[in-house]
T-cell receptor
Framework: DAEITQSPRHKITETGRQVTLACHQT?????MFWYRQDLGHGLRLIHY???????NKGEVSDGYSVSRSNTEDLPLTLESAASSQTSVYFC??????????????FGPGTRLTVL | QKEVEQDPGPLSVPEGAIVSLNCTYS??????FMWYRQYSRKGPELLMY????GNKEDGRFTAQVDKSSKYISLFIRDSQPSDSATYLC??????????????FGSGTRLSIRP
């Protein structure tokens, strides 16, 4: 079955280190998204991509970067991790696929702690 | 002011009760309204989707949109312990993710007591 996976599921790192979170989907969806989820804030969009070589900033993109070299993967990089980036990170993908709207399918999440 | 406001709860009700979850919003351009369900330690999954005003029913779940009041609701009838989860409302100006971003509420944590 098609799916969306994230790795690692849990990560502890230190302030200032570079961290990369992986997201892989097997639906062949064009659209991919990265969100962070924090108590009281819900899901906030970090970066998104509508296809290979396309990347765009979301509402909370400072300190994060993404690259899209193929359809299946959208890795999220924290250039220099900060304690404020401690959060749960969700990847999602979507595509119209003949429907009237495109449903976003979410991965299981990565819990990141920055010490 | 947030574009979408949602009471975080927690909300605890006995099994079999009718549950009402609500969100308010400020942007009158929103046309598409969604409810996501998120179990603990899992990613959100789409539960209901409605366009513009009106009601939509799917089994025990009913989504209601009142655009004049900028208010949306999700009703759960005959609630079950398996309905215990966090429910996030979400809305968008367009049907496609490529045309408009989805704005999420902060989620309401619901617990159904056996």
């Amino acid at each position: 079955d098609a799916e969306i996976t994230q790795s690692p599921r849990h990560k502890i790192t230190e302030t200032g280190r570079q961290v990369t979170l992986a997201c892989h989907q097997t639906w062949n969806h064009n659209n991919m998204f990265w969100y962070r989820q924090d108590l009281g804030h819900g899901l906030r969009l970090i970066h998104y991509s509508y296809g290979v070589q396309d990347t765009n900033k979301g509402e909370v993109s400072d300190g994060y970067s993404v690259s899209r070299s193929n359809t299946e993967d959208l890795p999220l990089t924290l250039e220099s991790a900060a304690s404020s980036q401690t959060s749960v990170y969700f990847c999602a993908s979507s595509d119209l696929a003949g429907g009237t709207t495109d449903t976003q399918y979410f991965g299981p999440g990565t819990r990141l702690t920055v010490l | 002011q947030k574009e979408v406001e949602q009471d975080p709860g927690p909300l605890s009700v006995p099994e079999g009760a009718i549950v009402s979850l609500n969100c308010t919003y400020s942007n009158s351009a929103f046309q598409y309204f969604m409810w996501y369900r998120q179990y603990s330690r899992k990613g959100p999954e789409l539960l209901m989707y409605t366009y513009s005003s009106g009601n939509k029913e799917d089994g025990r779940f009913t989504a209601q949109v009142d655009k004049s009041s900028k208010y949306i609701s999700l009703f759960i009838r005959d609630s079950q312990p398996s309905d215990s989860a966090t429910y996030l409302c979400a809305m968008s100006r367009a049907a496609y993710s490529s045309a408009s971003k989805i704005i999420f509420g902060s989620g309401t944590r619901l617990s159904i007591r056996p």
